[in-house]
Nanobody
Framework: QVQLVESGGGLVQAGGSLRLSCAASGIRFSIKAIGWYRQAPGKQRELVAALDSRTTTTYADSVKGRFTISRDNAKNTVYLQMSALKPEDTAVYYC????????????????WGQGTQVTVSS
């Protein structure tokens, strides 16, 4: 059974940093494409960053230059380093893993974890 557990969220002031973690069991992150997504109140879930099974990454325009996605295959964990946080980054952040790059880019998953709340105060 695949389980993804997000952690690392919290309350931070604008300009601050947080590192989110996504720990996986039941799958090997090293062979998957991984995505970090977020959903703010009243808004649709959106892709924030994605990493394929090698080194290809993509970022939403709103986070380019501020967020970095990375993977630790030994720990089967994916990270999202967030810097220069803004109030508009406030959302619940989720991770998910897909068999294909397109799946991750589209965010078409049948199930999601509980996510981790990130709140950025101004």
């Amino acid at each position: 059974q695949v389980q993804l557990v997000e952690s690392g969220g919290g309350l931070v002031q604008a300009g601050g940093s947080l590192r989110l973690s996504c720990a996986a069991s039941g799958i090997r992150f090293s062979i998957k494409a991984i995505g970090w997504y977020r959903q703010a109140p009243g808004k649709q879930r959106e892709l924030v960053a994605a990493l394929d099974s090698r080194t290809t990454t993509t970022y939403a325009d709103s986070v380019k230059g501020r967020f970095t996605i990375s993977r630790d295959n030994a720990k089967n964990t994916v990270y999202l380093q967030m810097s220069a946080l803004k109030p508009e980054d406030t959302a619940v952040y989720y991770c998910n893993a897909g068999q294909t790059w397109l799946t991750v880019l589209a965010g078409n998953f049948a199930s999601w974890g509980q996510g981790t709340q990130v709140t950025v105060s101004s």
